[in-house]
């Protein structure tokens, strides 16, 4: 389970960094930033793969009232520009600048830093599994993201966005076969980009 090992170690206000949403075929990029309030953490924070659709929900809501929570969305078409790796970085750099308190460290799950000014930033591998501000920031970044694609779903309904959250399933290919590509969709992935390209 994650605990504050990391975060203690710093000695000094620490960010937890996470995001959500760069597999999709669709839809933004979402990332989040958190400093939890050590007197007041949510029980069961996890990595937020590891959990429930409804126990993300309710941490989320705890999350959020217990800590300092920061969120950054990088759409579609900035991704289709600037590719995922950067609009990941771009997003978590904007949910740090989202902070009503800047932290004086970052740990980052994964093992790639991002510009965050001054700030420095620690990328740890699998940090989302072993530092409680991490997974606590998986929560906010992937329960955001969801929300936003249950939106999109509205929109879109055909391709069933609200259950698979834009993702390559078979649902959801069959479905850009049968009505083709939305606004929302990535026109840089595969296979998109060879249905863009078998067009022209």
């Known amino acids: 389970m994650p605990d504050l090992k990391i975060e203690?170690?710093?000695?000094?206000i620490v960010a937890g960094v996470d995001e959500a949403g760069r597999g999709p075929l669709c839809g933004p990029v979402v990332a989040a930033a958190v400093i939890l309030n050590k007197s007041n953490i949510p029980n069961g924070l996890d990595d937020s793969k590891k959990l429930t659709a409804k126990k993300r929900e309710?941490?989320?809501?705890?999350i959020k009232a217990s800590s300092i929570v920061g969120v950054g969305i990088v759409w579609q078409n900035i991704i289709d520009k600037?590719?995922?790796?950067q609009a990941t970085k771009k997003a978590m750099a904007e949910a740090v600048n989202k902070l009503s308190q800047l932290p004086k460290k970052i740990i980052v799950d994964g093992n790639q830093k991002f510009n965050a000014g001054t700030i420095e930033v620690i990328p740890i591998i699998k940090g989302d599994s072993i530092s409680l501000s991490i997974s606590a920031a998986s929560i906010i970044a992937k329960v955001s993201r969801d929300r936003i694609m249950e939106e999109l779903h509205n929109e879109a309904p055909h391709y069933n966005w609200q259950k698979n959250a834009g993702y390559g399933t078979r649902e959801h290919l069959e479905a850009i076969e049968k009505f083709g590509i939305s606004k929302y969709h990535r026109k840089s992935f595969a296979p998109i980009k060879h249905m863009e390209?078998?067009?022209y």
């Open 82 to 85: 600037i590719n995922i790796l």
């Open 8 to 12: 203690n170690s710093l000695n000094c």
């Open 58 to 62: 309710l941490l989320f809501e705890q």
């Open 197 to 199: 390209e078998d067009r």
